[in-house]
């Protein structure tokens, strides 16, 4: 039987879904009429036929305001997808082997092409960058330091000329670090690499512009930013090598095949649209929120903040907050602030169901024992003072339970 939420629930993990935004809604409620009248929208967007031009159509309308949205030159640089976690694994497959093809016919002959992901990227990059090594691919993993910073330093260290692709995500869904994008896709360049980032929490709470960028790829989801669930996006720059992930009847220019959502689709232009547009007003609102929390939680003995993050600071997301607690899991905390009709994580809900540590925060130095007790804190867009103040009044409950 479903769980019963309460109209009243106090939601603060964005980081794992945002609630559908009014935008999206209104997108994709044409989409949802049943029966023949459905045919003015819901053709398949491949079909010859009337239908199916009005389905291409809104389609292709979609793929013109998302790839404004990211600062992409081209429409067709905008590749539509499941959801990120797709357009992850079709990067570090899809780039890195057409990449190492491409050089081998070139005359390199037959070297072991290089990949280097940073250690704390989320698990739809690690799990394609362990079946790579598998597979023959040297892989290096790169460290951050004590704040979740990936060093455009430590990239020159590791990287070399058989490197085909570096992947280091733009912003942690953990931690919040806002890693130099730009730095170390410069630095991939002038090695002669390909350069990917995951740019899933990153869109809508900090300015994203894949050209400004000079990434050669770079990946998105809908349901982060309130569109819907199982839509996606890969940003694919033009003439970046790339060899199809998903096979069959050649949609999406031969780049991904699958008959599209355009509904979904519909939704998440809409959602990117609106997440763009509020982006400076809604960063700097929720940043002050971030700073409350830090504050308000920095008064129970047993919490104390995982990063330091200075009020006001824009090197870490503005709707994150994480911190450890000493004495208490995880999952105790997460189920006392449930039942008190409060909704938080321990960190990537995509991992949750885990009993072992975060990858990311151990890699960041963070002992086993005190990552057990993890807890992120993430906000959005219906995210109010009075929620805030209302996590702050039960943590003590939570404590001392």
Not at 35 to 57: D, I, M, T
Not at 374 to 386: E, K, P
Request: glycine share 10%.
């Amino acid at each position: 039987m479903p769980a019963n939420v309460s109209s009243d629930y106090i939601y603060l993990d964005y980081a794992a879904t945002a609630p559908l935004c009014e935008e999206a809604a209104r997108a994709m409620a044409p989409y949802q009429v049943p029966g023949r009248v459905n045919l003015a929208v819901g053709g398949n967007a491949n079909s010859l036929h009337s239908p199916g031009r009005a389905a291409f159509e809104a389609m292709e309308a979609a793929r013109k305001t998302v790839a404004r949205c990211l600062g992409a030159r081209r429409p067709d640089e905008v590749v539509f997808t499941s959801g990120a976690t797709e357009a992850d694994d079709a990067v570090l497959f899809g780039v890195a082997k057409a990449e190492r093809d491409r050089r081998r016919r070139a005359g390199a002959g037959d070297f072991t092409p290089h990949v280097v992901v940073s250690a704390i990227e989320h698990d739809a990059v690690l799990h394609p960058a362990k079946r790579l090594e598998r597979q023959g691919f040297r892989v290096s993993y790169l460290a951050p330091d004590a704040r979740g910073f990936v060093s455009p330093a430590a990239l020159e260290r590791v990287i070399d000329e058989d490197t085909v692709l570096v992947s280091v995500q733009m912003a942690n869904s953990e931690v919040g670090s806002i890693q130099p994008v730009a730095e170390l896709a410069r630095v991939a360049h002038d090695a002669g690499s390909l350069f990917h980032t995951d740019a899933v929490q990153a869109l809508g709470k900090t300015p994203v512009d894949v050209s400004a960028l000079d990434v050669d790829a770079a990946s998105f989801s809908a349901h982060k930013i309130g569109g819907p669930k199982g839509v996606g996006a890969l940003y694919l720059r033009t003439r970046t090598p790339f060899d199809a992930f998903m096979l069959g009847g050649g949609q999406e220019s031969g780049r991904r095949s699958g008959t599209q959502n355009v509904a979904g689709i519909a939704g998440f232009a809409a959602a990117c649209e609106a997440a763009v547009a509020n982006l400076e007003e809604e960063s700097a609102r929720l940043r002050l929120l971030r700073d409350r929390l830090y504050a308000g939680l920095a008064a129970f003995g047993p919490v104390s903040p995982t990063v330091s993050v200075e009020g006001g600071s824009a090197d870490f997301l503005p709707n994150i907050v994480h911190v450890l607690v000493d004495g208490l899991e995880s999952e105790t905390m997460i189920l006392r602030l449930d039942m008190a009709g409060i909704g938080v994580s321990g960190g990537s809900a995509c991992s949750s169901h885990s009993l072992e540590p975060s990858h990311v925060l151990k890699a960041m130095g963070v002992s086993g024992d005190r990552a057990h007790g993890a807890l992120r804190i993430s906000m959005g867009r219906y995210t109010v003072d009075s929620d805030v103040e209302a996590l702050l009044s039960a943590m003590q409950g939570v404590l001392d339970w």
